[in-house]
């Protein structure tokens, strides 16, 4: 894995995600997660009306990072975001986060929520310097293969 290394990426662009996205995002989301979500899934999600994402791209559109989110009465909840661990470090999650929050800056703006465990420090970190606070905990909530149960911080931006 690359090594936090605090540059900016220039050039990269963030675009809304659909359903014909689902293959970069299964290959995307495998670099992150232990548990990834297949193509299928992600094509199911976000056939769903209220269902959305965004995805960065750099200068030469290669998929870096990306969002989905699930959107309820004044309520968006952020199903998972990821970073490919080779492009880590360079801001894309800020950025992604950052574009969340603007297109959520409308009349009677919803009110942005996560769940993360609480050992994973980068995630706290970038909700943290992204203006999210933490409004919560759900002791255990995550169960890792071998691991000890692992609680949820609840984390808002509003
Ligand atoms: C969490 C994640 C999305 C961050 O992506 P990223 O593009 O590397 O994050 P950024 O470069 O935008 O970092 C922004 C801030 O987050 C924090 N941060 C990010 N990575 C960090 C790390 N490895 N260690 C400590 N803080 C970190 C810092 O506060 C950082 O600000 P700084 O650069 O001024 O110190 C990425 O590490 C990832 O994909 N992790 C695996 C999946 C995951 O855990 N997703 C979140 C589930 S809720």
Redesign the pocket.
């Known amino acids: 894995m690359t090594e936090?290394s605090?540059k900016t990426l220039k050039g990269v662009q963030i675009e809304k995600i659909s359903s014909a996205h689902a293959q970069v995002l299964e290959v995307l989301h495998r670099t992150?997660?232990e548990s990834p979500w297949a193509a299928p899934e992600f094509a199911q999600l976000l056939n769903h009306p209220g269902t959305g994402g965004l995805i960065a791209l750099n200068a030469q559109t290669t998929p870096l990072?990306f969002i989905l989110v699930r959107s309820a009465g004044d309520e968006v909840e952020?199903l998972?975001?990821?970073?490919d661990p080779h492009?880590?470090?360079?801001?894309?999650?800020?950025?992604i986060l950052n574009a969340l929050i603007a297109d959520c800056n409308t009349p009677g703006r919803p009110k942005i929520f996560?769940e993360?465990g609480q050992s994973?420090?980068?995630?706290l970190?970038?909700y943290?310097?992204c203006g999210f606070d933490r409004v919560g905990e759900r002791p255990g909530y995550y169960r890792k293969r071998g691991n000890a149960a692992e609680a949820a911080i609840i984390m808002a931006y509003s």
């Open positions: 936090y605090k992150s997660f990072g952020i998972t975001l990821c970073v492009h880590r470090g360079q801001k894309i999650a800020t950025r996560l993360v994973n420090q980068p995630a970190g970038l943290q310097a």
